[in-house]
């Protein structure tokens, strides 16, 4: 995304909401997170679909400024620039701003389009991938904030190259939509539909050959999800990366806690089976129980990543798998931003390399990517589960596009 993604852009600046252009080639310039660039500069210049965008990413804008009038002073306006061409426009310090807050303060304010897409290749009807914020966060135990991750996530996407120099492709071309955020209540224990508004949700789309990119919010939220793959595919299996077995049974007294989320997920599934990568932490309690019961559970220690062969790994599955993603399986090196991180794993890519595979040789139904909590200040995590969403889906469909499988 460095400076590639501002200067050629040629076509992708075209398939973009102008919004986003602006945004990015302000950020670019300044180096900054993405959504403080877009104040007042941008705002003004753009004119009809100001509305949405304004929303999205300025929330000093004029319009912000009157909700929140006490607060945000309209701050004011980095320089009086030109129209349309607030690429040029140096965004200032307005980037400066702490992330977190700037999150916190648009909690109520639309979501951004996921790349930042123009309704040609966004549009719910045509689009083959649809991403689904769930910013659902109920029982983070240790460091939370974890509902802010799709806000993060979907902001920082706007930064993303849009052409995949790997596969020599843009990915965007399959249709992506980004659809309303899911908001659910806390799940209870007992609940005999856990997480059905999500479920809900992604059904329809699985039906119908679409593929659910879940962005959380808290690991436990992929039962949702899984629950509705799983009764169109009945030899599902689970892909997991994560530092944590989560195969508890319940913690502290939840069975729908993050903790648990493997374990739920086991109990679901017609033919139980789970491959988990990345692991460093688990419990004796889970140790136990997976020495006692011998379940289908095929676990890659993170501790023996130099030896791990992607095909080996991929071959543990069935033919239909739905892939989660925890992002602490990454090295807290690179992914601090989330509630447990532990040292020791995964590094950019291997996770590549596990993505590709899994998707040239199996079919992958569905997908999501959760326990991102962002930082203030620190925008490098969240620009890579921006990027990391976008890979996922480049890789998903690089067939359909017209990759060959050498690539692999
Ligand atoms: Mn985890």
């Known amino acids: 995304m460095t400076k590639s993604s501002k200067g050629p852009k040629p076509t992708s600046t075209a398939d973009r909401q102008p919004i986003s252009r602006a945004a990015s080639s302000a950020k670019s310039k300044g180096g ?3 959504t403080k660039a877009k104040p007042s500069a941008k705002t003004k ?3 009809k679909v100001a509305a949405s965008k304004a929303k999205k990413a300025t929330p ?4 912000k400024v ?8 309209p701050k004011a306006a980095p320089k009086a620039s030109p129209k349309v061409a607030p690429a040029k426009s140096a965004p200032v310090k307005a980037a400066t701003k702490a992330p977190v807050a700037k999150v916190a303060a648009k909690a109520d304010e639309k979501l ?7 309704p040609k290749y966004s549009s719910a009807a045509s689009a083959r991938v649809h991403v689904i914020p769930v910013p659902y966060e109920h029982t983070t135990s240790y460091k939370q904030g974890t509902a802010l991750g799709p806000r993060a996530i979907l902001e920082a996407s706007q930064e993303v190259e849009l052409f995949d120099d790997e596969l020599w492709i843009e990915p965007f071309k399959i249709g992506v939509h980004t659809a309303e955020p899911v908001d659910m209540a806390r799940v209870q224990s007992g609940e005999s539909k856990p997480f059905q508004t999500l479920y809900e949700t992604v059904k329809p789309l699985v039906d119908n050959d679409k593929f659910p990119l879940v962005i959380g919010g808290e690991h436990s939220l992929t039962l949702g999800a899984v629950r509705a793959c799983a009764e169109r595919y009945k030899d599902l299996s689970i892909l997991q990366v994560d530092a944590h077995c989560d195969l508890r049974p319940a913690y502290e007294g939840d069975p729908y806690s993050h903790a648990s989320i493997s374990y739920r997920l086991y109990e679901s599934l017609p033919n139980p089976l789970i491959t988990q990568v990345g692991i460093r932490n688990v419990s004796w309690q889970e140790a136990r129980w997976m020495e006692t019961e011998t379940p289908k559970v095929n676990i890659f220690w993170a501790r023996m990543q130099d030896k791990w062969n992607f095909n080996e790994i991929v071959n543990t599955l069935s ?16 992914m601090p931003s989330t509630g447990t991180p532990e040292p020791g794993g995964m590094n950019w890519y291997q996770l590549m390399e596990l993505i ?6 199996k079919n992958v139904v569905g997908a999501d990517i959760v326990e991102l909590s962002p930082i203030a200040g620190l925008h490098a995590p969240d620009f890579l589960v921006a990027k990391l969403a976008y890979k996922l889906i480049g890789y998903r469909f690089a067939l359909e596009l017209g990759v060959t499988k050498k690539y692999v």
């Open 32 to 34: 900054k997170a993405a």
């Open 356 to 361: 590709k595979h899994v998707c040239v040789r």
């Open 112 to 118: 951004p389009v996921f790349l930042g897409l123009s």
């Open 319 to 334: 033919d239909n798998v739905y892939l989660t993603i925890d992002v602490d399986g990454l090295d807290s090196s690179i």
């Open 60 to 63: 000093t804008k004029v319009k």
């Open 66 to 73: 009157v909700n929140r009038s006490s607060k945000v002073a």
């Open 45 to 47: 210049t753009t004119s």
